[in-house]
C-alpha cells in the first residue's frame, strides 16, 4: 500500500540529547513537510522540502533540523537546543504544485 | 500573526442535525482552502476542499462554502453522525507563493447519540 511511515510512534529525550525522528514515503511525491502540534495550537510548519537536496524553514525552524538525501525519506532532527520539544509531530507529503497533503499516523515525542 | 483562524474551540451537535464549522483568514493571496480531520494520536486526513474560483464545493454529507470578500468559508455536515467526532483543521494554501499549507488551530466536533 502506499503511504507514509513514520517511526517511531513513541519517543523520549533525555535532556541535552538530540533525537531524529523518520518520515518515509512510496507515494513518489516531490515535496515533504514536517508539522508540530500542540495541545490548542493546531499545526505549525517546522520545515519543507520541494525537491531533493533542498528544504525551506517553516515557521519555528528554530532547535530543529533536516536533510533529504532520497525523495521517499525527509528525517527531522530535533537538537538540544529546542527547548520544548514534547509534542505531537506529523510529517506530510505532497506533489509538487499542489496544496493537497497526506500525512503519516505521527511521532509522540517526550522530555524524560 | 494568524492567517487562518477557527474562533470557535468545540461544537457539540446532537446525532442528525447539522454541524456548522467556521474558518476566517486574512491573507488575500490564499486561493484554495481544504478541511482535515484529525483523530486523537493519528495523522490528519483529508475532507474536501474548494478552490477561490468557487463559493461551494459538495462531496455527500460536507459541502464547505467560500465567501471571499468576508475572507470566510464554512463545512456543513448533513446529518451529523457520532463517527464525525473528530478534530476539524481548517487549510489554506497560497499556490502563487508556492508555500506549504498554513493551519488553523481546529475546532472539535462532538456528535451526540
Known amino acids: 500500500d502506499g503511504g507514509i511511515t513514520q517511526s517511531p510512534k513513541y519517543l523520549f529525550r533525555k535532556e541535552g540529547q538530540n533525537v531524529t525522528l523518520s518520515c518515509e514515503q512510496n507515494?513518489?511525491?516531490?515535496?515533504m513537510y514536517w508539522y508540530r502540534q500542540d495541545p490548542g495550537q493546531g499545526l505549525r510548519l517546522i520545515y519543507y522540502?520541494?525537491?531533493?537536496?533542498?528544504?525551506q524553514k517553516g515557521d519555528i525552524a528554530e532547535g530543529y533540523s533536516v536533510s533529504r538525501e532520497k525523495k521517499e525519506s525527509f528525517p527531522l532532527t530535533v537538537t538540544s537546543a529546542q527547548k520544548n520539544p514534547t509534542a505531537f509531530y506529523l510529517c506530510?507529503?505532497?506533489?509538487?504544485?499542489?496544496?493537497?497533503?497526506?500525512f503519516g499516523s505521527g511521532t509522540q515525542l517526550s522530555v524524560l | 500573526d494568524q492567517q487562518v483562524k477557527q474562533n470557535s474551540p468545540s461544537l457539540s451537535v446532537q446525532e442528525g442535525r447539522i454541524s456548522i464549522l467556521n474558518c476566517d483568514y486574512t491573507?488575500?493571496?490564499?486561493?484554495?482552502f481544504l478541511w482535515y480531520k484529525k483523530y486523537p494520536a493519528e495523522g490528519p486526513t483529508f475532507l474536501i476542499s474548494?478552490?477561490?474560483?468557487?463559493d461551494k464545493n459538495e462531496d455527500g454529507r460536507f459541502t464547505v462554502f467560500l465567501n471571499k470578500s468576508a475572507k470566510h468559508l464554512s463545512l456543513h455536515i448533513v446529518p451529523s453522525q457520532p463517527g464525525d467526532s473528530a478534530v476539524y483543521f481548517c487549510?489554506?494554501?497560497?499556490?502563487?507563493?508556492?508555500?506549504?499549507?498554513?493551519f488553523g488551530k481546529g475546532t472539535t466536533l462532538s456528535v451526540s447519540s
Open positions: 506530510a507529503s505532497s506533489h509538487t504544485g499542489t496544496p493537497k497533503l497526506f
Open positions: 507515494l513518489n511525491h516531490d515535496a
Open positions: 522540502s520541494q525537491i531533493v537536496n533542498d528544504f
Open positions: 491573507n488575500s493571496m490564499f486561493d484554495y
Open positions: 474548494i478552490s477561490s474560483i468557487k
Open positions: 487549510a489554506a494554501s497560497a499556490s502563487q507563493a508556492g508555500t506549504a499549507l498554513i
